[in-house]
Structures are given as structure tokens and as C-alpha cells.
């Protein structure tokens, strides 16, 4: 019932930006946490950004200053702005949120199915 859906992800230039965008969508009662996580091949899953109900955020070293996360309560929304991209951010790039579903009223962690992240010359 409960769906994350990422968009956004594509080719971009080392120095480029990009705007990822994920939107839970079905029988949603509310949305705590939301975040997002990248995976390159060869690495294991890591996490990039996090933000809270709140609004407080948190980063991983690598992207600090360049990525910025945040959230519309209201489209049930998350984004991320990638900035002064760089070939090592090369990766699919998965939102994740923990999600009370409406009919069961039961809460657990969702995953989106990804979105591909290329930053190359």
C-alpha cells in the first residue's frame, strides 16, 4: 500500500548539480523520520542525509556543504539537492522513511527502489 518513489537521478558534470526527489504515496497516517542512502558498486549501502519530523538534519562527512536535504510535510515529499557534484557520489540513490500506515496503523522503515546517480565528464 505504502510506496517510495525517487526521481531526479540522471548524467551530471563533475561541478554539477542535481535535485533527487522521493513522494510516499497510499494509506499514510504520518511520517517520522525520512532519509537518504547511496550505493556504489563494489560498497556497501551508506547513508548520505537524514532529517527528522522537526526538521534537523544530519549529513555524512563526505557530502557536507554540498548536499542539502529537506521535506514537505504537506506532499509527503523528500528532496535532495547534490551540489559541486563529484565522481566518487556516483551511485543509485535510494529515500528511505519510517511510515505509520493508515489501515493497520502499524509503523516500519520503507525503501524506495532507487535512482541512478552518475556524475562523469
Known amino acids: 500500500q505504502v510506496q517510495l518513489v525517487e526521481s531526479g537521478g540522471g548524467l551530471v558534470q563533475p561541478g554539477g548539480s542535481l535535485r533527487l526527489s522521493c513522494a510516499a504515496s497510499g494509506s499514510i497516517f504520518s511520517i517520522n523520520a525520512m532519509g537518504w542512502s547511496r550505493q556504489a558498486p563494489g560498497k556497501q549501502r551508506e547513508l548520505v542525509a537524514g532529517i527528522t519530523s522537526g526538521g534537523s538534519t544530519n549529513y555524512a562527512g563526505s557530502v557536507k556543504g554540498r548536499f542539502t536535504i529537506s521535506r514537505d510535510n504537506a506532499k509527503n515529499t523528500v528532496y535532495l539537492q547534490m551540489n559541486s557534484l563529484k565522481p566518487e557520489d556516483t551511485a543509485v540513490y535510494y529515500c528511505?522513511?519510517?511510515?505509520?500506515?493508515?489501515?493497520?496503523?502499524?509503523?516500519?522503515?520503507?525503501w524506495g527502489q532507487g535512482t541512478q546517480v552518475t556524475v562523469s565528464s
Open positions: 528511505n522513511a519510517y511510515i505509520v500506515d493508515s489501515s493497520g496503523y502499524t509503523g516500519r522503515n520503507y
